[in-house]
């Protein structure tokens, strides 16, 4: 891949305060790109511009919240290239445990928060004729897994926006795409995913036989990001080991 093509460009990463969200801060930072790093929590966003400093703008916003996502984040929005919707949170609950409150909850940031700032970035992508969307996803909006109703529906809702995305927006030369991951052994994937049966029965349906590594996900974001995959729009790809295979 050629790396001199990220240099000048700039992006919104949500999610930036950890895991995959902060180390794909930092791969496009490293490859020249500026960005504007998007999360709820003060305290790591400031970490963030401690390492990486005005190579970074910080915004400090919980994107369920509509309204003030559009406030904070509109005024960075004029030049974007590039949008990754990193942000998501996590509920686990049965089909008759799950609660109105969580499934709001879970909606508002998975799948509106993308949605509005596809919204916010694609006027000025559309006038410049150049852009490349990536929703972070899962493997859950893929296939049914148990404890995860309102989860895997949200990260359905989310394949859908890349899809009509793809579709509308594909004629100004923007794309949308989303990668699919099974567990990401992240801070957030552990606490879920660590308990012993929990994993066990994971790992059975991964023919890999292990989750994945931030890197592994990193990497067909910048992929996807760049010119080298300038045909692909519209597509959901498994990062699962073959686990959407079986």
């Known amino acids: 891949m050629d790396q001199a093509q990220f240099k000048g460009k700039r992006a919104i990463v949500t999610g930036a305060g950890s895991g995959i969200g902060r180390s794909l801060v930092h791969s496009l930072v490293k490859l020249g790109t500026h960005v504007v790093a998007v999360s709820q929590t003060q305290e790591k966003l400031d970490s963030l511009k401690e390492d990486l400093g005005d190579q970074i703008d910080i915004v400090c916003v919980d994107i369920g919240n509509w309204e003030e996502t559009r406030t904070k984040v509109r005024p960075f929005c004029n030049d974007v290239d590039y949008l990754v919707n990193n942000a998501g949170y996590g509920y686990c609950a049965t089909v008759e445990e799950t609660t109105e409150d969580e499934i709001d909850r879970i909606f508002n940031i998975n799948f509106k928060g993308p949605l509005n700032l596809i919204q916010l970035v694609a006027p000025r992508m559309k006038e410049r004729k150049f852009g490349s969307i990536v929703n972070v996803s899962s493997v859950a909006g893929l296939l049914a897994i ?31 795409n989303s990668v699919n991951p ?65």
Do not use: C
Not at 221 to 232: A, G, H, W, Y
């Open 146 to 176: 148990r404890e995860h109703v309102a989860y895997g529906a949200s990260k359905a809702a989310l394949d859908m926006v890349t899809r009509v995305g793809s579709l509308e927006l594909g004629p100004a030369n923007i794309r949308v």
């Open 182 to 246: 099974t567990v990401v052994w992240t801070k957030m994937g552990s606490e879920y995913w660590g308990e012993p049966s929990r994993k066990e029965q994971a790992l059975s349906k991964i023919p890999m036989a292990r989750f994945v590594e931030v890197r592994e996900v990193i990497d067909p974001i910048l992929f996807l990001l760049s010119n080298e995959s300038s045909m692909i729009n519209g597509v959901s790809l498994p990062i699962d080991g073959g686990y959407a295979a079986t």
